[in-house]
Structure formats: C-alpha cells, structure tokens
C-alpha cells in the first residue's frame, strides 16, 4: 500500500518520466504529432520544470510505493491541474486514491480534460465530477472540457 506526500527534488525525472509516457501513451494517438511528441517533450526538459522550491515541485503530490513513484497529481488552488499514473499501474485505485487526497485535502472542485479523452473522463465521472458544458482550447490546438465536483 502507497502513501501520498509531497513532490521533492529528487523525484522529478520519475514525475516527468510518467507525464511523458501518458502523454504518448493516451494523447499521441489523437493528435498523431511527431515532432511534438517525440523531440519536443521529453524527460529532461520536463523533469527540469520539478527543480527545488519551483512552483510545479510545491504543487506536486506522489503516490509513493515504498519507494517507487506510481502517480502524481498537480494542484494549483482548487483545480487539479494534472493526475497521471504510471500505466503498468492504472487500474489499481492509484488515480482515485490521489483525486479524493486533493478533494479532501485542498478541497479541489474542478479540472480541464481533454476532450478526447473518454477513458479519462469516465474516471473522473466514476470520481464524482461532471462534464459541463464549457470548452477551451489550449495551445489553439488541444480541446479541452471542464469539469467540476458535485
């Protein structure tokens, strides 16, 4: 059984190495952009945004498991900002565990989701958040839905 404790230093390439690999694994086949994908993301710039005493560092959450970092989850206010969990370890309660620790710790109320993300949204349903009906678009090419505690 894993505990949940905040981000720190040292566990930055671990963090980035999981938002790495969702991003490939649950977004590439939506979006189909190599140069994105495969150069310009990558584990080092990425674990370069978890620095000591950064603002993505102070925010972070992870699902430790004795020892190996299984999920993390991002804060910032009342929205979850970001909620990965290693996909060798999804389905296992991980997500859910980390959703109801910002819930009830930080009394988080509400996220954006990609679209396209079904699977996604279905966990976040199952969770106790609903689609609503607003929509952005980030990055002018990622749509992504908002979706609030009930």
């Keep these: 059984m894993g505990t949940i404790r905040p981000s720190k230093a040292s566990d930055a390439s671990r963090i980035a190495e999981i938002i790495i690999t969702n991003y490939r694994v649950n977004f590439y086949p939506f ?47 009342i929205e979850i900002e970001k909620l990965y969990v290693e996909p060798q370890f999804q389905s296992q309660g991980i997500g859910a565990q980390l959703l109801k620790f910002a819930v009830t710790e930080f009394n988080t109320s509400f996220l954006w989701a990609l679209e396209y993300n079904k699977r996604g949204i279905t966990f976040y349903q199952r969770n106790g958040f609903i689609h609503t009906d607003e929509k952005i678009i980030e990055d002018e090419w990622v749509p992504l839905v908002k979706m609030i505690r009930l």
Aim: proline share 0%; aromatic share 14%; glycine share 6%.
């Design 31 to 77: 979006f189909h952009n190599d140069a994105y994908y495969f150069n310009e993301l990558n584990v080092v710039d990425m674990a370069a945004e978890y620095t000591e005493n950064s603002e993505s560092l102070k925010n972070t959450y992870v699902y430790d498991d004795n020892g190996v970092v299984k999920g993390i989850i991002r804060i910032n206010g």
